[in-house]
């Protein structure tokens, strides 16, 4: 079955900088790859999907990129601020075009950004 | 977004005794919720996948006749955990897939389970 790993467990970053987090899957069928963010005591948040069919999205200050050959993809925050802090989930599945398989989590990223 | 409610957010119950968690999709109808246990610090734990009008699919290690789900309606799921004990004690949040070529899904703000 799919296997997520995501690094790093922890980030720590100053206001304004760059955070970016990786992960990594074992099922190449997988084509639908979405980031979550979880704030304290509260359930995750969809932030932004990509796609197997597209190698890059951008949502303001949120991008995230695939590799399907390498079979890794990677969330990136610009320009972090004081709220960004949160834990971050990424996740992969066969969802695309109707399919119906179960979300695969990472094991989550505690991002820090420090004012 | 899609907006998905869980309640109660929080709930304390002595051991033995039943508690009701409801899931409900708001703004759209869910074929599809789910049904996850998250540790502290943890990530998200599958319990149960419940589709609207059939018996929930469970996970392995999960018991069926301990944490029972009923999806009753396209827009409510919900979830019965039985003769609880303090090692039930958990965050429980629910989840909702939208239907079709985009299936999103979207996440229950969860509920803090405490067993005494």
């Known amino acids: 079955g799919e296997n997520v790993e995501q690094h790093p467990s922890t980030l720590s970053v100053q206001e304004g900088d760059s955070a970016v987090i990786k992960c990594t899957y074992s099922d190449s069928a997988s084509n639908y790859f979405p980031w979550y963010k979880q704030e304290l005591g509260k359930g995750p948040q969809l932030i932004i999907d990509i796609r197997s069919n597209v190698g890059e999205k951008k949502d303001q200050r949120i991008a995230v990129t695939l590799n399907k050959t390498a079979k890794h993809f990677s969330l990136h925050i610009t320009e972090t601020q004081p709220e960004d802090s949160a834990v971050y989930f990424c996740a992969a599945s066969r969802r695309y075009g109707g399919s119906q398989g179960n979300l695969i989590f990472g094991k989550g990223t505690k991002l820090s950004v420090k004012p | 977004g899609a907006v998905v409610s869980q309640h109660p957010s929080r709930v304390i119950c002595k051991s033995g005794t039943s508690v009701k968690i409801e899931c409900r999709s708001l703004?759209?109808?869910?074929?599809?919720m789910f049904w996850y246990r998250q540790f502290p610090k943890k990530s998200l734990m599958l319990m149960a996948t419940?589709?609207?009008?059939?018996?929930?699919?469970?996970e392995q290690g999960v018991e069926k006749d301990k944490f029972l789900i009923n999806h009753a309606s396209l827009t409510l799921s919900t979830l019965t955990v039985t003769s609880a004990h303090p090692e039930d004690s958990s965050f429980y949040i629910c989840s909702a897939m939208t239907s079709g070529r985009h299936n999103e899904q979207f996440f229950g703000p969860g509920t803090r389970l405490t067993v005494l």
């Open positions: 703004d759209f109808q869910a074929t599809t």
């Open positions: 419940s589709n609207e009008g059939s018996k929930a699919t469970y």
